[in-house]
Protein backbone atom coordinates (compact mmCIF):
# COMPACT_ATOMS: atom_id res chain seq x y z
CA UNK A 1 0.00 0.00 0.00
CA UNK A 2 3.10 2.25 0.62
CA UNK A 3 4.20 1.97 -2.88
CA UNK A 4 0.83 2.87 -4.12
CA UNK A 5 0.65 5.97 -1.96
CA UNK A 6 3.94 6.93 -2.72
CA UNK A 7 3.83 6.37 -6.73
CA UNK A 8 0.18 7.45 -6.91
CA UNK A 9 0.27 10.00 -9.66
CA UNK A 10 3.47 8.08 -11.44
CA UNK A 11 1.41 5.02 -11.44
CA UNK A 12 -2.06 6.67 -12.68
CA UNK A 13 -0.35 8.41 -15.43
CA UNK A 14 1.59 5.09 -16.44
CA UNK A 15 -1.71 3.45 -16.51
CA UNK A 16 -3.35 5.37 -18.85
CA UNK A 17 -0.59 5.46 -21.49
CA UNK A 18 -0.09 1.86 -21.24
CA UNK A 19 -3.63 1.29 -21.82
CA UNK A 20 -3.88 4.20 -24.88
CA UNK A 21 -0.77 1.38 -26.23
CA UNK A 22 -3.06 -0.92 -25.97
CA UNK A 23 -5.94 0.21 -27.51
CA UNK A 24 -3.83 1.60 -30.29
CA UNK A 25 -2.77 -1.57 -30.96
CA UNK A 26 -5.94 -3.28 -30.80
CA UNK A 27 -7.03 -0.43 -33.95
CA UNK A 28 -3.95 -1.23 -35.76
CA UNK A 29 -4.48 -5.01 -35.65
CA UNK A 30 -8.09 -5.98 -35.45
CA UNK A 31 -10.01 -3.43 -37.61
CA UNK A 32 -9.66 -6.15 -40.64
CA UNK A 33 -12.37 -7.90 -39.03
CA UNK A 34 -14.73 -5.56 -40.25
CA UNK A 35 -13.42 -3.70 -43.55
CA UNK A 36 -10.61 -6.50 -44.93
CA UNK A 37 -13.49 -7.97 -47.12
CA UNK A 38 -14.76 -4.88 -48.20
CA UNK A 39 -11.40 -3.42 -49.38
CA UNK A 40 -10.18 -6.55 -50.81
CA UNK A 41 -13.94 -7.38 -52.76
CA UNK A 42 -13.56 -3.65 -54.11
CA UNK A 43 -16.37 -3.13 -52.43
CA UNK A 44 -14.94 0.15 -50.68
CA UNK A 45 -11.46 1.83 -51.38
CA UNK A 46 -9.17 1.22 -48.45
CA UNK A 47 -9.81 5.34 -47.13
CA UNK A 48 -13.59 4.93 -47.26
CA UNK A 49 -12.93 1.80 -45.72
CA UNK A 50 -11.34 3.29 -43.07
CA UNK A 51 -13.36 6.41 -41.94
CA UNK A 52 -16.43 4.03 -42.06
CA UNK A 53 -14.86 1.89 -39.57
CA UNK A 54 -13.25 4.50 -37.28
CA UNK A 55 -16.58 6.10 -36.93
CA UNK A 56 -18.47 2.73 -36.00
CA UNK A 57 -15.21 1.42 -33.92
CA UNK A 58 -15.62 4.83 -32.19
CA UNK A 59 -19.19 4.92 -31.26
CA UNK A 60 -19.48 1.00 -30.57
CA UNK A 61 -16.24 1.74 -28.08
CA UNK A 62 -17.37 4.76 -26.54
CA UNK A 63 -21.24 4.84 -26.28
CA UNK A 64 -21.28 1.03 -26.32
CA UNK A 65 -18.40 -0.38 -24.24
CA UNK A 66 -18.84 -1.62 -20.98
CA UNK A 67 -19.36 0.48 -18.22
CA UNK A 68 -19.01 -1.91 -15.46
CA UNK A 69 -16.46 -4.80 -15.88
CA UNK A 70 -15.00 -7.73 -14.49
CA UNK A 71 -11.93 -7.15 -16.11
CA UNK A 72 -11.15 -9.96 -17.77
CA UNK A 73 -8.81 -10.76 -15.36
CA UNK A 74 -10.87 -12.82 -12.60
CA UNK A 75 -11.13 -15.70 -15.47
CA UNK A 76 -7.92 -15.68 -15.79
CA UNK A 77 -6.20 -15.05 -12.84
CA UNK A 78 -8.25 -14.70 -9.53
CA UNK A 79 -7.46 -11.45 -8.37
CA UNK A 80 -7.66 -12.38 -4.42
CA UNK A 81 -5.04 -13.90 -4.68
CA UNK A 82 -3.10 -10.17 -4.51
CA UNK A 83 -4.82 -9.15 -2.04
CA UNK A 84 -1.86 -8.86 0.18
CA UNK A 85 0.00 -7.77 -2.44
CA UNK A 86 -1.85 -5.12 -4.81
CA UNK A 87 1.38 -3.51 -5.74
CA UNK A 88 2.29 -6.83 -7.89
CA UNK A 89 -1.34 -6.69 -9.07
CA UNK A 90 -1.13 -3.16 -10.02
CA UNK A 91 2.34 -3.96 -11.85
CA UNK A 92 1.24 -7.11 -13.85
CA UNK A 93 -1.71 -5.31 -15.09
CA UNK A 94 0.47 -2.78 -16.80
CA UNK A 95 2.98 -5.72 -18.11
CA UNK A 96 0.07 -7.07 -19.30
CA UNK A 97 -1.35 -4.29 -21.40
CA UNK A 98 2.17 -3.86 -22.55
CA UNK A 99 2.78 -7.35 -23.62
CA UNK A 100 -0.21 -7.44 -25.24
CA UNK A 101 0.01 -4.24 -26.93
CA UNK A 102 3.56 -4.60 -27.93
CA UNK A 103 2.51 -8.24 -29.27
CA UNK A 104 -0.26 -6.67 -31.39
CA UNK A 105 2.39 -4.04 -33.12
CA UNK A 106 4.89 -6.66 -33.91
CA UNK A 107 1.86 -8.92 -35.26
CA UNK A 108 0.36 -6.02 -37.36
CA UNK A 109 4.14 -4.88 -38.46
CA UNK A 110 3.97 -8.39 -40.73
CA UNK A 111 0.43 -7.61 -41.69
CA UNK A 112 -0.65 -10.94 -39.76
CA UNK A 113 -4.38 -10.35 -37.86
CA UNK A 114 -4.01 -12.15 -34.36
CA UNK A 115 -6.67 -12.06 -31.72
CA UNK A 116 -6.68 -9.04 -29.01
CA UNK A 117 -8.10 -11.48 -26.42
CA UNK A 118 -6.07 -14.23 -26.92
CA UNK A 119 -2.69 -11.68 -26.75
CA UNK A 120 -4.10 -10.17 -23.52
CA UNK A 121 -5.37 -13.75 -21.76
CA UNK A 122 -1.87 -14.83 -22.27
CA UNK A 123 -0.45 -11.58 -21.04
CA UNK A 124 -2.09 -11.79 -17.73
CA UNK A 125 -1.55 -15.50 -17.14
CA UNK A 126 2.31 -14.88 -18.04
CA UNK A 127 3.04 -12.32 -14.76
CA UNK A 128 1.17 -14.55 -12.56
CA UNK A 129 2.57 -17.86 -13.87
CA UNK A 130 6.26 -15.72 -12.95
CA UNK A 131 5.00 -14.63 -9.57
CA UNK A 132 2.69 -17.18 -7.70
CA UNK A 133 3.25 -19.91 -10.19
CA UNK A 134 1.44 -22.35 -12.48
CA UNK A 135 -1.38 -22.84 -10.13
CA UNK A 136 -2.88 -19.48 -10.28
CA UNK A 137 -4.42 -19.78 -13.67
CA UNK A 138 -7.32 -20.81 -14.57
CA UNK A 139 -6.62 -23.46 -17.10
CA UNK A 140 -9.87 -24.80 -17.33
CA UNK A 141 -11.35 -21.62 -19.08
CA UNK A 142 -7.83 -20.98 -20.68
CA UNK A 143 -8.19 -24.80 -22.85
CA UNK A 144 -12.11 -24.15 -23.13
CA UNK A 145 -11.11 -20.31 -24.96
CA UNK A 146 -8.58 -22.40 -27.49
CA UNK A 147 -10.95 -25.05 -28.03
CA UNK A 148 -13.56 -22.35 -29.34
CA UNK A 149 -11.41 -20.49 -31.34
CA UNK A 150 -9.98 -23.62 -33.33
CA UNK A 151 -13.16 -24.41 -33.90
CA UNK A 152 -14.99 -21.40 -35.22
CA UNK A 153 -12.91 -21.27 -38.45
CA UNK A 154 -13.70 -24.52 -39.40
CA UNK A 155 -17.74 -23.17 -38.77
CA UNK A 156 -17.28 -20.12 -40.52
CA UNK A 157 -15.50 -21.56 -43.74
CA UNK A 158 -18.47 -24.28 -44.45
CA UNK A 159 -21.53 -21.14 -43.76
CA UNK A 160 -19.62 -19.18 -46.17
CA UNK A 161 -19.23 -21.38 -48.42
CA UNK A 162 -22.75 -22.72 -48.04
CA UNK A 163 -23.65 -18.61 -48.48
CA UNK A 164 -21.76 -18.29 -51.54
CA UNK A 165 -22.73 -20.94 -52.94
CA UNK A 166 -26.46 -19.88 -52.81
CA UNK A 167 -25.42 -16.72 -54.04
CA UNK A 168 -23.69 -18.38 -57.52
CA UNK A 169 -26.43 -20.87 -57.92
CA UNK A 170 -29.64 -19.16 -57.16
CA UNK A 171 -28.66 -15.24 -58.45
CA UNK A 172 -25.03 -14.88 -60.25
CA UNK A 173 -25.15 -17.86 -62.58
CA UNK A 174 -29.38 -17.33 -62.91
CA UNK A 175 -30.58 -17.43 -66.34
CA UNK A 176 -31.83 -13.75 -66.08
CA UNK A 177 -29.70 -12.38 -63.09
CA UNK A 178 -31.82 -9.48 -62.67
CA UNK A 179 -35.09 -11.48 -62.06
CA UNK A 180 -33.33 -13.75 -59.80
CA UNK A 181 -31.87 -10.92 -58.02
CA UNK A 182 -35.35 -9.33 -57.53
CA UNK A 183 -35.92 -12.15 -56.12
CA UNK A 184 -33.12 -13.67 -53.57
CA UNK A 185 -31.34 -10.43 -52.65
CA UNK A 186 -34.76 -9.15 -50.19
CA UNK A 187 -33.84 -12.60 -48.64
CA UNK A 188 -30.14 -11.74 -48.60
CA UNK A 189 -31.09 -8.57 -47.19
CA UNK A 190 -33.54 -10.01 -44.32
CA UNK A 191 -30.44 -11.91 -43.29
CA UNK A 192 -28.18 -8.99 -43.26
CA UNK A 193 -30.60 -6.59 -41.12
CA UNK A 194 -31.06 -9.78 -38.99
CA UNK A 195 -27.25 -10.00 -38.37
CA UNK A 196 -26.96 -6.46 -38.33
CA UNK A 197 -29.56 -6.11 -35.14
CA UNK A 198 -28.90 -9.22 -33.45
CA UNK A 199 -24.80 -8.50 -33.20
CA UNK A 200 -25.48 -5.05 -32.33
CA UNK A 201 -28.44 -5.78 -29.49
CA UNK A 202 -26.48 -8.76 -27.85
CA UNK A 203 -22.75 -7.43 -28.23
CA UNK A 204 -22.35 -3.96 -29.09
CA UNK A 205 -25.24 -2.79 -26.65
CA UNK A 206 -25.43 -5.12 -24.42
CA UNK A 207 -23.96 -2.97 -21.63
CA UNK A 208 -26.42 0.00 -22.12
CA UNK A 209 -30.08 0.66 -20.97
CA UNK A 210 -31.59 -0.54 -24.76
CA UNK A 211 -31.59 -4.38 -23.72
CA UNK A 212 -33.81 -3.80 -20.44
CA UNK A 213 -36.08 -1.32 -22.42
CA UNK A 214 -36.27 -3.72 -25.06
CA UNK A 215 -37.75 -6.63 -22.55
CA UNK A 216 -40.08 -4.23 -20.57
CA UNK A 217 -41.66 -3.49 -24.18
CA UNK A 218 -41.76 -6.91 -25.34
CA UNK A 219 -43.01 -7.88 -21.56
CA UNK A 220 -43.51 -11.89 -20.78
CA UNK A 221 -40.22 -12.47 -22.74
CA UNK A 222 -36.88 -13.11 -21.65
CA UNK A 223 -33.79 -10.97 -22.76
CA UNK A 224 -32.64 -13.23 -25.61
CA UNK A 225 -35.86 -14.19 -27.24
CA UNK A 226 -36.61 -10.27 -26.87
CA UNK A 227 -33.54 -9.25 -28.64
CA UNK A 228 -34.55 -12.05 -31.14
CA UNK A 229 -37.54 -11.37 -31.60
CA UNK A 230 -36.69 -7.33 -32.25
CA UNK A 231 -33.91 -8.97 -34.67
CA UNK A 232 -36.39 -10.77 -36.65
CA UNK A 233 -39.30 -7.76 -37.07
CA UNK A 234 -36.00 -5.69 -38.60
CA UNK A 235 -35.18 -8.71 -40.61
CA UNK A 236 -38.73 -8.66 -42.15
CA UNK A 237 -38.48 -4.83 -42.83
CA UNK A 238 -35.22 -4.96 -44.41
CA UNK A 239 -36.73 -7.65 -46.74
CA UNK A 240 -39.73 -5.43 -47.20
CA UNK A 241 -37.81 -2.81 -48.33
CA UNK A 242 -35.53 -4.09 -50.12
CA UNK A 243 -37.92 -6.16 -52.67
CA UNK A 244 -39.95 -2.78 -52.88
CA UNK A 245 -36.99 -1.17 -54.30
CA UNK A 246 -35.70 -3.97 -56.49
CA UNK A 247 -39.35 -4.24 -58.10
CA UNK A 248 -39.93 -0.27 -58.79
CA UNK A 249 -36.36 0.81 -59.32
CA UNK A 250 -34.30 -1.85 -61.49
CA UNK A 251 -35.62 -2.94 -64.72
CA UNK A 252 -34.89 -5.87 -66.60
CA UNK A 253 -33.15 -3.97 -68.98
CA UNK A 254 -30.84 -2.64 -66.32
CA UNK A 255 -26.93 -3.79 -67.27
CA UNK A 256 -27.51 -6.93 -64.59
CA UNK A 257 -24.42 -5.97 -62.00
CA UNK A 258 -25.30 -8.17 -59.59
CA UNK A 259 -21.84 -7.89 -57.87
CA UNK A 260 -23.09 -4.24 -57.41
CA UNK A 261 -26.29 -5.23 -54.92
CA UNK A 262 -23.71 -7.36 -52.95
CA UNK A 263 -21.35 -4.95 -52.48
CA UNK A 264 -24.08 -2.45 -50.80
CA UNK A 265 -25.29 -5.35 -48.38
CA UNK A 266 -21.82 -6.08 -47.13
CA UNK A 267 -21.46 -2.10 -46.29
CA UNK A 268 -24.33 -2.39 -43.63
CA UNK A 269 -22.41 -5.83 -42.56
CA UNK A 270 -18.85 -4.80 -41.76
CA UNK A 271 -20.26 -1.64 -40.26
CA UNK A 272 -22.35 -3.75 -37.86
CA UNK A 273 -19.18 -5.84 -37.14
CA UNK A 274 -17.28 -2.76 -36.49
CA UNK A 275 -19.67 -1.22 -34.33
CA UNK A 276 -19.50 -4.72 -32.15
CA UNK A 277 -16.15 -4.72 -32.35
CA UNK A 278 -15.32 -1.75 -30.70
CA UNK A 279 -17.47 -1.92 -28.01
CA UNK A 280 -16.26 -5.07 -27.10
CA UNK A 281 -12.64 -5.52 -27.80
CA UNK A 282 -12.10 -2.00 -26.00
CA UNK A 283 -12.37 -3.95 -22.98
CA UNK A 284 -9.26 -5.95 -23.48
CA UNK A 285 -7.56 -2.28 -23.50
CA UNK A 286 -9.52 -0.64 -20.74
CA UNK A 287 -10.59 -3.38 -18.40
CA UNK A 288 -6.90 -3.89 -17.10
CA UNK A 289 -6.53 -0.25 -17.42
CA UNK A 290 -9.78 0.09 -15.11
CA UNK A 291 -8.28 -2.67 -12.43
CA UNK A 292 -5.01 -0.89 -12.07
CA UNK A 293 -7.02 2.75 -11.53
CA UNK A 294 -9.65 1.58 -9.24
CA UNK A 295 -7.00 -0.15 -7.26
CA UNK A 296 -4.90 2.94 -7.08
CA UNK A 297 -7.94 5.28 -5.84
CA UNK A 298 -8.55 2.77 -3.13
CA UNK A 299 -5.28 2.77 -2.10
CA UNK A 300 -4.26 -1.08 -2.58
CA UNK A 301 -7.74 -2.88 -2.08
CA UNK A 302 -8.34 -5.00 -5.24
CA UNK A 303 -12.41 -5.03 -6.19
CA UNK A 304 -13.65 -7.96 -7.79
CA UNK A 305 -15.27 -5.24 -9.81
CA UNK A 306 -14.46 -1.95 -11.80
CA UNK A 307 -16.09 0.23 -12.77
CA UNK A 308 -14.95 2.27 -15.87
CA UNK A 309 -15.19 5.87 -16.12
CA UNK A 310 -16.23 7.99 -19.32
CA UNK A 311 -12.45 8.96 -19.65
CA UNK A 312 -11.27 5.37 -19.52
CA UNK A 313 -13.83 4.27 -22.12
CA UNK A 314 -12.77 7.98 -24.43
CA UNK A 315 -9.30 7.01 -23.91
CA UNK A 316 -9.08 3.61 -25.54
CA UNK A 317 -12.25 4.12 -27.84
CA UNK A 318 -9.50 7.46 -29.15
CA UNK A 319 -6.50 4.84 -29.40
CA UNK A 320 -8.66 2.34 -31.30
CA UNK A 321 -8.99 5.00 -33.96
CA UNK A 322 -5.72 6.49 -34.32
CA UNK A 323 -4.52 2.77 -34.47
CA UNK A 324 -6.72 1.96 -37.81
CA UNK A 325 -5.72 4.95 -39.61
CA UNK A 326 -2.36 4.99 -38.79
CA UNK A 327 -1.00 0.72 -39.19
CA UNK A 328 -5.06 -0.64 -39.88
CA UNK A 329 -3.86 -0.89 -43.83
CA UNK A 330 -1.40 -3.60 -43.20
CA UNK A 331 -4.00 -6.27 -41.53
CA UNK A 332 -6.45 -5.29 -44.11
CA UNK A 333 -4.68 -6.03 -47.14
CA UNK A 334 -3.97 -9.23 -45.57
CA UNK A 335 -7.52 -10.20 -44.94
CA UNK A 336 -9.17 -9.03 -48.08
CA UNK A 337 -5.97 -9.39 -50.74
CA UNK A 338 -2.95 -12.09 -49.35
CA UNK A 339 -5.76 -15.14 -48.64
CA UNK A 340 -7.91 -15.35 -51.82
CA UNK A 341 -9.10 -13.36 -54.91
CA UNK A 342 -12.65 -11.63 -53.71
CA UNK A 343 -15.20 -10.10 -55.03
CA UNK A 344 -18.27 -8.27 -53.50
CA UNK A 345 -20.69 -11.59 -53.24
CA UNK A 346 -17.48 -13.62 -52.09
CA UNK A 347 -16.74 -10.71 -49.50
CA UNK A 348 -20.58 -10.84 -48.77
CA UNK A 349 -20.78 -14.21 -47.77
CA UNK A 350 -17.90 -14.08 -45.66
CA UNK A 351 -18.94 -10.84 -43.35
CA UNK A 352 -22.41 -12.89 -43.40
CA UNK A 353 -21.14 -15.90 -42.56
CA UNK A 354 -18.26 -14.12 -39.13
CA UNK A 355 -21.79 -12.40 -38.40
CA UNK A 356 -23.95 -15.45 -37.90
CA UNK A 357 -21.72 -17.11 -35.64
CA UNK A 358 -20.65 -13.85 -33.64
CA UNK A 359 -24.22 -13.69 -32.59
CA UNK A 360 -24.89 -17.32 -32.21
CA UNK A 361 -21.18 -17.66 -29.85
CA UNK A 362 -22.48 -14.62 -28.44
CA UNK A 363 -26.17 -15.58 -27.15
CA UNK A 364 -24.91 -18.70 -26.15
CA UNK A 365 -21.94 -17.72 -23.96
CA UNK A 366 -19.13 -19.34 -26.13
CA UNK A 367 -15.97 -16.75 -26.22
CA UNK A 368 -15.19 -16.40 -29.97
CA UNK A 369 -12.42 -14.03 -31.68
CA UNK A 370 -13.98 -12.14 -34.74
CA UNK A 371 -10.33 -12.56 -36.06
CA UNK A 372 -10.37 -16.22 -36.01
CA UNK A 373 -13.77 -16.53 -37.35
CA UNK A 374 -13.34 -14.06 -40.60
CA UNK A 375 -9.78 -15.57 -41.67
CA UNK A 376 -11.74 -19.16 -41.77
CA UNK A 377 -14.66 -17.97 -43.90
CA UNK A 378 -12.22 -16.04 -46.48
CA UNK A 379 -10.58 -19.26 -46.36
CA UNK A 380 -13.75 -21.27 -46.74
CA UNK A 381 -14.63 -18.71 -49.64
CA UNK A 382 -12.10 -19.42 -51.53
CA UNK A 383 -11.83 -23.32 -51.27
CA UNK A 384 -15.57 -23.61 -52.07
CA UNK A 385 -15.39 -21.48 -55.12
CA UNK A 386 -12.38 -23.18 -56.60
CA UNK A 387 -10.76 -19.96 -56.24
CA UNK A 388 -6.77 -20.26 -55.73
CA UNK A 389 -5.92 -20.07 -52.10
CA UNK A 390 -2.49 -18.60 -50.51
CA UNK A 391 -2.01 -21.30 -48.07
CA UNK A 392 1.55 -20.20 -47.72
CA UNK A 393 -0.02 -16.67 -46.14
CA UNK A 394 -2.92 -18.93 -43.87
CA UNK A 395 0.10 -21.19 -42.74
CA UNK A 396 1.72 -17.78 -40.94
CA UNK A 397 -1.66 -16.76 -39.87
CA UNK A 398 -1.83 -19.90 -38.25
CA UNK A 399 1.18 -19.82 -36.97
CA UNK A 400 0.91 -16.64 -35.28
CA UNK A 401 -2.18 -17.55 -33.99
CA UNK A 402 -0.09 -20.52 -32.27
CA UNK A 403 2.32 -18.64 -30.75
CA UNK A 404 0.23 -15.54 -29.80
CA UNK A 405 -0.42 -17.50 -26.05
CA UNK A 406 2.74 -17.66 -25.26
CA UNK A 407 4.35 -14.78 -26.96
CA UNK A 408 2.16 -12.74 -24.84
CA UNK A 409 2.64 -14.42 -21.57
CA UNK A 410 6.94 -14.17 -22.34
CA UNK A 411 6.59 -10.32 -23.52
CA UNK A 412 4.50 -10.02 -20.18
CA UNK A 413 7.20 -11.42 -18.39
CA UNK A 414 9.82 -9.47 -19.34
CA UNK A 415 7.68 -6.32 -18.67
CA UNK A 416 6.61 -7.06 -15.07
CA UNK A 417 10.90 -7.85 -14.26
CA UNK A 418 11.16 -4.56 -16.02
CA UNK A 419 8.33 -2.68 -13.83
CA UNK A 420 9.46 -4.40 -10.54
CA UNK A 421 12.78 -3.34 -10.91
CA UNK A 422 11.81 0.55 -12.20
CA UNK A 423 9.52 0.94 -9.32
CA UNK A 424 11.59 -1.21 -6.47
CA UNK A 425 9.19 -3.40 -5.93
Avoid at 269 to 284: C, E, K, L, Q, R
Avoid at 307 to 318: F, K, N
Wanted: glycine fraction near 10%; aromatic fraction near 12%; proline fraction near 3%.
Amino acid sequence: MEFIIENFYLILASSIIIGFFMAYGIGANDVANAMGTSVGSKALTLTQALVIAAIFEFLGAYFAGASVTTTIRENIVDPTLYDDSPDVFVLGMMASLLAAGAWLLLSTTFGLPVSTTHAIIGSIAGFSIYYIGWSSVSWGYILEVTFSWILTPFVAAILSGLLYWSARKFVLKAKEPISAARQFIPIYAGLVGFSISAITLNKGLKNTEVPNLITTYFGGYDLVASLFLLSFLIAFLCYLVSRFLLSHYVSKSDNPNVEGKFAILMIFTASSIAFAHGSNDVANAVGPMAAVVATIENLGQIDDVAVIPEWILLTGAIGIVIGMLTLGYKVIRTVGERITKLKPSKGFAAEMATAIVVVLGSVSGIPLSTTHTLVGAVVGIGIFSSNKVNYRSVTEIGVSWLITLPGGAIFSIIFFIILKSLFGV
